[in-house]
C-alpha cells in the first residue's frame, strides 16, 4: 500500500491531496490538529504521512521525461515537414520547461517567395518558430521586408 492509499483508508484524501501540492506551502494540516487539540488527530496522522512523501523533483516528472523523449525522437527525424502546423506551440512548451530543442530537419531561415508559397496559418507558425529559434534572423528578416514598405 502507498501513501495515498493509507490516506485514503484513514478518511482524509481531500484535504491531503490539497496539503500536498508540488510547489505550495501549505500548513493547513498543523493548523487545524492544534486548533482541535485531541479532536485534531486525523490532522496530525496526515501531517505525518505527509512528512513521509518524498520531495518532489520536477526534473523527474512525467512531463519532463515525455519531453526529454520526445527531442530525443524529433532529434532523429529524417522525414521532410509536410506541416509548421503546432510548431510555436511546441518550442515554447520546450522554452517553458527550460529544455533546448533543437530540430534539424526545419531550416532556420527563409526567403520571402519561399514564405510567400506557404498558406498564411504556416507562414505565420514558421514565422513564431523562427522568432523563438533564430530571433536575430527573424528581427533582421522583418527590418529588411519594413524597409521596403517605408516611403
Known sequence: MTIFDDVYNAGGIEIFSMATVPFVKITLLNELSSILGEKGAIFEQLEKYKSELPVYSFEKSDLVLFANSLKTKLAKRTLPVSSYQGLEFLCKWFKELKI??????????????DLLQLEIQEAKEFMLYLQLNNPSFFKGFINKKLQCFQL
Open 100 to 113: 533546448p530543442l533543437s530540430l534539424p530537419f526545419i531550416q532556420n531561415t527563409i526567403h520571402i517567395n
